[in-house]
């Protein structure tokens, strides 16, 4: 059974830090790309960054370019997204996917449950 969980989330001071994980479990995450994505109150999703199955290779949306780092650790079959120098316009709810393109079939995605990251004094 394939799973997805975030966890890391929570309340953090403005300049702060936080890291979050997002464990696979049913599945062998080395197969997939990585993306985290993040959802505020009345907003819609935005995907922030993504990090490749292949070569590593990464991508970041330019509101978190160079705070944010994604990873991936495909020994524990975990990826990652430190979040530096955090902002309250950071506040949302962060989601954890996971893409394998799976040939006629196309393009599959996994989500997980989310976990809230609020950014406040």
């Known amino acids: 059974q394939l799973q997805l969980v975030e966890s890391g989330g929570g309340l953090v001071q403005p300049g702060g830090s936080l890291r979050l994980s997002c464990a696979a479990s049913g599945f062998t995450l080395a197969d997939y790309a990585i993306g985290w994505f993040r959802q505020a109150p009345g907003k819609e999703r935005e995907g922030i960054s993504c990090?490749?199955?292949?070569?590593?290779?990464?991508r970041y949306a330019d509101s978190v370019k160079g705070r944010f780092t994604i990873s991936r650790d495909n020994a524990k079959n975990t990826g990652y997204l430190q979040m530096n120098s955090l902002k309250p316009e950071d506040t949302a709810v962060y989601y954890c996917n996971a893409r394998i393109y799976r040939g006629t079939q196309g393009i599959w995605d996994y989500w997980g449950q989310g976990t809230q990251v609020t950014v406040s004094s």
């Open positions: 990090i490749s199955s292949s070569d590593d290779s990464t």
